[in-house]
Structure formats: structure tokens, C-alpha cells
Antibody, heavy 120, light 106 residues
């Protein structure tokens, strides 16, 4: 059974940094592209970033986070990361990690989410 | 960037009703369209991918159709467990979600 468990959320001041983690199990982690998706309170879903399968050399970002957030993966520890720098109030959201289907850009399994609050 | 719209934004329906939600892309996305269901406080759940392929384990009362710019999600006979918010999402270029359609009890 696929399991994705996010951690690292919390309260940060604007301009601060935070690193989210997503521990994966139940599948061959390195073979699948992975994603972060966020949802601001009471709002819809927003794709944040994707890292390709394998070594993770290919990464993709939403314009809203480009240059501030970095997605990465550690295949030896089956863990996905999101380094969030220069945080803004509008980054406040529940952050979900999601696994893609094999060689398809379809997010078929999701974690339960971790809440990031950016406030002074 | 590809923009996604959904209609209606919300609807009220009764158990047993046929429900149709539409999704439109700002440009041709072929069949790179996925549908998700989200219940309050829970993670989204993949229902349909590639416009019409039912995800494993999802009830056959859900179906999807369309290609190009216009897509639909149909729930053939609404069940109590189906009251939720539904999102379409394109994966043709980047990934963009629609704004969602909330289905609640009439």
C-alpha cells in the first residue's frame, strides 16, 4: 500500500524559511515523479512543484514559487523535500505531496498534508 | 499558461440524481485531463485520468468524457458519499487545477 507522510509544517514569519518532508513507502520511490500541491484555507488546489523520477535532475515549478522554493528527492531514504525560502503570507496553506503514475503526469496517491502558516 | 474553468461552481442535488460537471481549458489539451474528489479536511482523491479512464477502485457511477478544450464529469446516480468538491486538472503543459465544483445536499 502506498503511503505518503508529510511533516515539517508550522508557523513562520514572512521572509523566513522552512523545509517540508514527505516520507514515502509501499512503492519503488525512485521510479516515480513526485509533486507538491498546496491549498490555502478555504481555497482550491494549486500545483507547486514536480521532480522527475530517477535522480531528480529535472524539476518544474509554478510561477508563484519559482526562485523561492526548491523541490528535491533522496531516493536512498525514500523522501521528498520542499525547501521554502523567502516565505510570504500568501504561502499559507496545507501542503500535500503526491505521487505520479508511472511515466504519466497523473497524481494518483496523496499524503494527508501539512499546514504551513506564514504570519507576523 | 493554460487556464481551467469549471461550471457550475456549486450545485445542490439529491441522492439518486445524475450530476454533470463541466471543465474547460483555455487551449487544446488533447485528453490530458484528470478529475479529483476532495472531502472537507481530506486529501484529494484521483477519480479519472486521461479524460475518461477510471482510476482503480473508483465506482463505475463516475465517468468522464471530452477532448481538446471541453470535458465533463458525470455521476450517474449520486450517493451520500459523493457530496464533496470536484476539481479538474490539466497535465498537458505544467499542471493547472480548475477552481472546483462543490456538490452538496439539496
Amino acid at each position: 500500500e502506498v503511503q505518503l507522510l508529510e511533516s515539517g509544517g508550522g508557523l513562520k514569519q514572512p521572509g523566513g524559511s522552512l523545509r517540508l518532508s514527505c516520507a514515502a513507502s509501499g512503492f519503488i520511490f525512485r521510479n516515480f515523479a513526485m509533486n507538491w500541491v498546496r491549498q490555502a484555507p478555504g481555497q482550491g488546489l494549486e500545483w507547486v512543484a514536480t521532480v522527475a523520477a530517477g535522480g531528480g535532475g529535472s524539476t518544474y515549478y509554478a510561477d508563484s514559487v519559482k526562485g523561492r522554493f526548491t523541490i528535491s528527492r533522496d531516493n536512498s531514504n525514500n523522501t521528498l523535500y520542499l525547501q521554502m525560502n523567502t516565505l510570504r503570507v500568501e504561502d499559507t496553506a496545507v501542503y500535500y505531496c503526491a505521487k505520479d503514475r508511472l511515466v504519466q503526469s497523473v497524481m494518483d496517491s496523496w499524503g494527508q498534508g501539512t499546514l504551513v502558516t506564514v504570519s507576523s | 499558461d493554460i487556464q481551467m474553468t469549471q461550471s457550475p461552481s456549486s450545485l445542490s442535488a439529491s441522492v439518486g440524481d445524475r450530476v454533470i460537471i463541466t471543465c474547460r481549458a483555455s487551449q487544446n489539451i488533447a485528453r490530458h485531463l484528470n478529475w479529483f474528489q476532495q472531502k472537507t479536511g481530506k486529501a484529494p482523491k484521483l477519480l479519472i485520468y486521461d479524460a475518461s479512464t477510471l482510476q482503480s477502485g473508483v465506482s463505475s457511477r463516475f465517468s468522464g468524457s471530452g477532448s481538446g478544450t471541453d470535458f465533463t464529469l458525470t455521476i450517474s446516480s449520486l450517493q451520500p458519499d459523493d457530496f464533496a468538491t470536484y476539481y479538474c486538472q490539466q497535465s498537458f503543459s505544467g499542471r493547472t487545477f480548475g477552481p472546483g465544483t462543490k456538490v452538496d445536499i439539496k
